[in-house]
């Protein structure tokens, strides 16, 4: 176990599944109104704060802005330029 009570493999794994469901700029157009792929990447982002002894407010931020995509409260406002 980390210092933190982690277990050891913890923090690489949250970081892990960040990037792998992180939204990439070639996808961005495609997945940005997704709000499944949103939500699961905020709340990936969360949980490697977490375990990373991030903010909590951070942590809580990411966590809120995740359950405003998964109750659909939330909506990509679309590319001012296109």
Known sequence: MSPTNWPDQAIEQARDLHQNLSIGD???HKLKSNADRRSAELL?????????????????????QALGWIKRELKDPGCPHH
């Open 44 to 64: 990936a982002a969360a949980l490697s704060q977490l375990v990373q002894n991030g903010r909590r407010e951070d942590v809580e931020a990411l966590t809120q």
């Open 26 to 28: 070639r996808d961005w």
